[in-house]
């Protein structure tokens, strides 16, 4: 008890801190301390337009205030040509690329207002209309690419399979591409905060039309159980969620008394790309997200659910190159360079959102 | 409806009254050149300083030539108002305070507005610094040569500056001598640390006085131009802190705010 009483006890914010110090000044070498500068000062938020809403000019009054759909406009600067792509292949060892895969394509119709570069302005809270759907919502604009990156066509059967609170799925509906959607969440009390979210941003019509499925259960499960049942999934899991952890002492993961659950992030993160792997139908594809800049819940996880995929459930998946992608939008976020598989926004001053990796696979067979 | 001023190309005219009051001959007398002593009177004049010449004396008996004057009282027309003997009061008073020949006519220079603050004024700056800052008498000598702003500035606020440093960023009495530590605003003392300290690259010392990185010296983060700062110390580019700034003062701003409502209630 001796012991106890005299150890110092710090708060979980310090032990975050301390933890991406160790790691990530290796892993990020120079990078580091201006991600560390911009992730313990105010992030940046984009304004997701909800087209469900029938809030006269909520575009306009946000144009008026300085903002730019990110989306549209980094879309038109940068179009991706082929001698880049082409150029960009030779860089990189391609035996492994689908040449497919270079064909650029995202998911339609969305749009995300920022402030531009440096700006550090607020947005407003949004306006409900007259039957009080909002005008728009609020999230790290950089949470919008993995949904740009799923890729979701016409008549798609999608699932989302961490989906509360609800951003990326309130993202997904905006393409109004998506036949069936089905949005899990493990978290019950989490899975009514995406029921709400979901209530205030779509008309009930919408929501009573059963094209969205909301459950609370185990994702991990629902690979045996929806085996090849989606054109796309999007697996948006829990990780350590580095910039809530350097910055909010509570619900921290980085507390003591959650070591254990810490440090079985990656096995957690693992299954559940494996079930949605597993939940893709074949030529489908699937994308892997996580808001920690830890190559070992990035890279190492999908690396690892690869060769798991390949060995235990005989699934071959191929990791889709996603370099035109991160040129396309490098106006609007700093990208990392040169990552094994995938795509790393690093949260910097200048551009303050993020962390946000992703990595889009496609199931072959 | 005052009365005008006199037309300075007629200021000839009116110079010749007895007393107090400043004549162009007795300019010339001094040493400045016509036009040093036209300018001079123009501006003793403006001012209506009643005992201009008692001040000249004390400036020159300071040793300081016309030409230093005059860019003294362009500076700092306030001192034409003076009284003789106040000012001879306030000098010897800075000798007393340990300034000595040289530093003390280059700090006038410098700095004028220090002859406009009573005895008293510099009196309590130098109290605080030595009771409340546990600065050594050598020691406010050196900040008030260096740094003569430090007399004007709110009490409070120069005490919260001194813990900040003290207590914040570990830093002890010689070395914030040594960094002119009082030169700069809170504002800006905060921005250059706080911008380091996120980018880990500052650590507030433990209660042993520890760190695991090893901090900069003080004065290389303060005596330095903003861009060898970033370059040398920081690491970072002027965007980036040009961003960091407006971040910071909306974050003070804010906390301010928030401090006014809990000691509201
Ligand atoms: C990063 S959050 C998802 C954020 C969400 N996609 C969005 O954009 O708003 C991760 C979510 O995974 C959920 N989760 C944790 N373990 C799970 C599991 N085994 N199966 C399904 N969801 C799980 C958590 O409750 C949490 O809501």
Known sequence: TKWAATRPTFPATELALHNFDTSYSIQLRDLWPSIRVAMLSEQKYGALINSFSSAPNVITELEAQGCKDFISIDCTRNEVHQSSLDSMTSHRDSAELDPAALQPSMSPDIKCLVFPKGDISRFNPARPDSSGILGYYLLDAASVLPVLALDVQPGHTVLDLCAAPGGKTLALLQTHSVNHLWANDLSGSRTMRLRRTLQSYLPKEFLEENKIHITSTDGRQLGMTEEKSFERVLVDVPCTTDRHSAMVEENNIFKRSRTKERQKLPLLQTQLLLAGIQATRGGGNIVYSTCSLSQLQNECVVQQAISLAQQELGITVQVQDLRWFAQCFSDTFHFAPQLSVGELVLPHLCANFGPIYMCKLQRMN | ?265
């Open chain 2, 1 to 265: 409806g005052e009365p005008h001023q006199v037309n300075p190309s007629h200021g000839g005219q009116v110079t010749h009254r007895p007393g107090n009051q400043l004549s162009l001959c007795s300019l010339l007398e001094m040493g400045f050149s016509e036009t040093q002593a036209k300018e001079m009177h123009e501006g003793a004049t403006k001012s209506r300083g009643k005992h201009v010449p008692s001040v000249m004396t004390a400036l020159l008996l300071l040793g300081l030539n016309p030409s230093s004057i005059l860019k003294i009282m362009q500076k700092c027309p306030e001192v034409y108002s003076l009284k003789g003997a106040d000012l001879q009061q306030r000098i010897d008073h800075l000798r007393k305070m340990g300034l000595v020949e040289g530093s003390l006519q280059r700090m006038i220079s410098h700095y004028p507005k220090i002859m406009l603050l009573p005895v008293k004024r510099v009196n309590m700056v130098s109290r605080l610094l030595r009771e409340k800052c546990l600065f050594t008498i050598h020691q406010v000598t050196e900040i008030l040569r260096d740094s003569p702003e430090v007399l004007e500035e709110d009490l409070a606020q120069l005490e919260y500056k001194f813990q900040y440093a003290y207590f914040r960023m570990g830093v002890r009495q010689p070395e914030m001598v040594k960094a002119k530590l009082f030169r700069l605003p809170l504002s800006e003392l905060r921005c250059r640390h706080c911008f380091l300290e996120r980018r880990g690259l500052y650590q507030t010392p433990d209660k042993k006085g520890q760190t695991l990185i090893l901090n900069p010296a003080l004065k290389d983060v303060l005596c330095v131009s903003e861009e060898t700062y970033l370059t040398q110390v920081a690491m970072a580019t002027a965007e980036e802190f040009h961003v960091f700034r407006k971040l910071m003062a909306r974050e003070q701003e804010e906390k301010g705010r928030e401090d006014e409502y809990s000691s509201d209630e």
